[in-house]
């Protein structure tokens, strides 16, 4: 096996060991150590600008009379009135273009009247950085008007269907009523968390005014990228090689980023195909930066199909291109060689460039490992330039040890991160779907650093998008319905749930803490409805004054707690400190919640994040070598309250209805340009497998504690968030109803007996009613969806082939394994691989 490509000339001569795992000595000298650990960003404190009035400016200028002296009025020159009449015709346009899009969404006035002392306030840079845009209520109330007209519809077809029986057929009769009941809560569950959707428009440029002063150091917050991977030969490495790069060269200060690759399987595969792309990131980062191109994952970017030659003026860039593409393919070579190398694993396993054996040979017993690759200051591009840091983190594996699979694995991935750079915002993504819009981070940040509402967002989840897909999408593998219909109407109630991927998090948020309590103004109502339909929401404010009050006593606690923690020089002095300031209790208390590491403990504390100055990176190897070790999570709320949560496959749902049920509220942002892009299963199998996944995880939660029937309440989810939550975890039971109901007919044919009786004029238009009503609701849907009916149409197919099949299935398994403990083996989804375009599309296993 070829060995990790060497490091860049200018760095120095002396041997630095490439790995470092669980089983390096203890004592490890300062300038000797084997993990090379960048200078990463301090606390990174952000400065928010406080408005203020210019006194200088009049309330009410008096008119001027031009044949009278102007210095009675003590203007001095017209010259002066015209500028300052000028200025005040800026301002006030400046003015009306805020009120028109909206400024009481972003909290600047409220409604309220702004005089003339208040127009220096509405510069760009104090502008909202993001707001709302609700559906138009031209498109909006015909739907709500028909989702009223098929529940009253609803009403008549069962006080029809119950007060006529069939009683020849009294058992078929019963049974469709019951099926046709559980359609109907189904579709409640359903329909009525799309009631209020809304989308929302993102300021880039005001992102910049605010946050990136010029001459001064960037204020944007740092973000830690966590990217995942298992298998090799299941996940392409140059799938997850183009993913890195993305993440690499994408538009934002390089200081302020650092991704971190979890490799779950521990093949040395892997590892050297993330040193292969080291490598050729310090050509491929400048590249892009220099000539703005995008996407920014070379195998998508040299693949378009489009004239590249169009608003590209630079002179060098036809040159530069042509030589990129070449260094490119010569990447793609190597990369496909070690793969190659691969396939046949010697019989003694791997060994690495010094002679000694691969730590990972076995995947199921091995230490942990660390390894930076980039952001050391010896690393730099092929043009000087400082690079975002790139870490590869394999944790340690011991038989006997529940490891928790993927939610194990970004647990670890943020500890790891909190030791070494601790940035408070992270954003994880799967090895295949890598970032198609460089400006993704920002779009993210401008509801986050929002400094009006953006402390209360837990996460910003982006739509996923794919590639490869055939044009008719014949198994739906687009789900544009979901992501353009139903995340539409979550994000107007407390925000879209968690997908898996594409997804920004506040740091704070996945630690288990409580929202921040904001107060409302008197007699202000929620806004998750329409003033007239508020009751069907849990905003009751007498219920929860009690809560608030213990909330904002812990929150300020913890304040205190941070301001102390913060300010102190080193880790040890930090520790030692910290015990002196706060009791032993509280001490064990976080201890008990995140674990025996007091690095990592005292790194939770700090809002804005940021690691001590003075930390040496020996202390910090040890640290980091510790919080990924397999039985740190033992006695703790890792996967109980902390970070992603345990308990089924589908960890994203859980871990996003925690941070829901502690207040939070999240965000759905849809920028124009797609912010991620990834690999969607071809054939019927793949897709069916992939639904049968999702499926198993959604009855695990169903019979686990954390179901949200009957988890969460008294804390700070909304009812109608509630109700998209249980649809979540409830549609597998949808299957039996389904295939019983398709059953029925056959039956009625052989039998010679009719779930109906012999219908009349009233039952004849009620069923009509009752089909039209359907079919408006679809329609409406698409509309304010901006969903084709192809689309659509795939999804209501696929939803009974599923509904049939797969999540049937999912359900036995479910069972087996909760009540009897038939545990059920996770297989990782096969990537798209370079076999020809759609070549797999009609193959069936």
């Known amino acids: 096996m070829p060995a990790s490509s060497e490091l860049d000339s200018s760095l120095p001569s002396s041997q630095i060991p490439l790995l470092t795992y669980g089983e390096e000595d203890s004592e490890i000298s300062a300038d000797h150590h084997a993990l090379i650990v960048p200078q990463f960003m301090g606390n990174g404190n952000r400065v928010h600008p406080m408005p203020c009035s210019d006194p200088s400016v009049p309330l009410q200028p008096r008119p001027m009379v031009p044949k009278k002296d ?54 760009e840079g104090r502008q909202p950085l993001s707001r709302k845009l609700p559906i138009p209520s031209s498109k909006i109330n015909p739907y709500r008007m028909i989702i009223i007209l098929r529940l009253a519809i609803l009403g ?37 968390p799309k009631w209020c959707p809304i989308e929302r428009e993102t300021y880039l440029d005001r992102l910049s005014l605010r946050y990136e002063k010029e001459g001064k150091p ?27 790069l993305s993440i690499l060269a994408v538009d934002y200060p390089v200081d302020k980023v650092a991704c971190y690759v979890s490799d779950d399987g521990a093949a040395m595969l892997t590892f050297e195909a993330l ?143 909190a030791v070494l750079s601790n940035a408070p915002y992270l954003l994880n993504v799967d090895c295949d779907h890598y970032i198609n819009n460089s400006k993704a981070l920002r779009e993210a940040m401008c509801f986050m650093m929002d400094p009006t509402s953006g402390k209360k967002v837990c996460y910003v989840q982006f739509p996923q998008r794919f590639d490869g897909i055939d044009r008719h999408d014949r198994y739906s593998n687009r789900n544009v319905v979901f992501f353009d219909i139903n995340m539409k109407g979550l994000d107007g109630l407390q925000g879209p749930i968690y997908v898996g991927t594409g997804c920004v998090f506040r740091r704070q948020a996945l630690y288990g803490f409580d929202a921040p309590v904001t107060k409302k103004p008197p007699g202000k109502t929620c806004n998750c409805l329409p003033k007239w339909c508020c009751f069907l929401c849990c905003c009751s404010r007498k219920n929860k004054k009690q809560k608030q009050k213990k909330e904002k006593t812990k929150k300020s606690k ?88 345990y308990g089924s496959v589908t960890e994203d749902i859980l871990t996003g209805f925690k941070m829901h049920c502690h207040g939070w509220r999240s965000v759905y942002c849809i920028p124009k340009r797609p912010a991620f892009k990834g690999s969607a299963p071809i054939n019927l199998s793949d897709r069916l497998h992939q639904v049968l996944r999702w499926a198993l995880g959604s009855v695990e939660i169903f019979l686990s504690r954390h179901c949200p029937i009957w988890y969460g309440y008294g804390g700070g989810l909304k009812w109608l968030e509630r109700f998209s939550y249980i649809n979540s975890v409830v549609y597998p039971w949808t299957s039996i109803p389904l295939l019983v109901y398709c059953t029925l007919p056959a039956i009625c044919l052989l039998t010679g007996k009719f779930i109906v009786p012999e219908i009349s004029n ?84």
């Open 70 to 123: 102007i210095a009675v009025y003590g203007y001095g020159s017209v010259a002066w009135k015209d500028r300052m009449e000028e200025w005040k015709k800026r301002q006030n346009d400046k003015l009306q273009v805020v009120k028109h899009e909206g400024g009481n969404d972003g909290g600047n006035f409220d409604g309220k009247e702004l005089d003339d002392a208040d127009l220096p306030m509405m510069d």
């Open 156 to 192: 008549l077809f069962f006080h029809y269907r119950l007060l006529h029986p069939v009683r020849d057929a009294y058992g078929l009769w019963l049974t469709s009523v019951i099926c046709e009941i559980w359609f109907a809560v189904s579709w409640i569950l359903d329909q009525f």
């Open 218 to 244: 960037s204020e944007l917050a740092s973000v830690d990228i966590f990217v995942s991977t298992v298998d090799p030969m299941k996940e392409p490495p140059l799938i997850t090689a183009n993913t890195v």
């Open 275 to 417: 040193s292969e792309t080291a490598e050729f990131a310090r050509k491929w980062v400048p590249f892009c930066k220099k000539f703005n191109i995008e996407p920014r994952a070379p195998e998508w970017y040299f693949s378009q199909k489009i004239d590249y030659l169009r608003n590209k003026v630079h002179p060098a860039f036809v040159r530069e291109r042509r030589a990129m593409k070449r260094e490119y393919e010569e990447f793609k070579v190597q990369i496909n060689g070690l793969v190659a190398t691969a396939q046949k694993v010697p019989e003694d396993g791997w060994t690495m460039q010094d002679g000694t054996p691969w730590p990972g040979n076995n995947v199921r017993d091995h230490p942990g490992m660390i390894q930076v690759f980039l952001g050391d200051n010896g690393v730099r591009d092929v043009e000087g330039n400082e690079l975002p840091s790139l870490v590869y983190v394999s944790r340690e594996k011991r038989p006997g040890f529940e490891h928790h699979k993927k939610a194990g694995a970004m647990n670890a991935l943020i500890r790891v991160s």
């Open 558 to 645: 913890q304040r205190e707690a941070s301001k102390q923690i913060h300010a102190l020089e080193n880790i040890e002095g930090a520790i030692s400190e910290s015990n002196s300031q706060s009791s032993v209790t509280s001490q064990m208390k976080l201890e008990k919640k995140f674990g025996q590491s007091p690095v990592f403990v005292a790194s939770t504390l700090p809002e804005d994040g940021g690691v001590p100055q003075n930390a040496s990176p020996a202390s910090l190897l040890r640290e980091a070598i510790q919080v990924i070790s397999c039985g740190y999570e033992d006695k703790t709320e890792w996967g109980k309250e902390v970070g992603w949560i």
């Open 762 to 845: 009233y039952a004849s238009l009620v069923f009509m009613g009752l089909f039209i009503s359907i079919a408006a609701t679809g329609i409406l849907e698409m509309q304010w969806g901006g969903v084709g009916i192809d689309d659509w149409w795939r999804n209501e197919q696929f939803w009974v082939i599923g509904g049939v099949s797969s999540h049937l299935f999912a359900l036995f398994q479910g069972l087996l394994k909760v009540l009897a403990g038939v545990s059920t083996s996770f297989t990782v989804t096969s990537k798209a691989a370079d076999d020809g375009e759609f070549s797999e599309l009609y193959l069936f296993k």
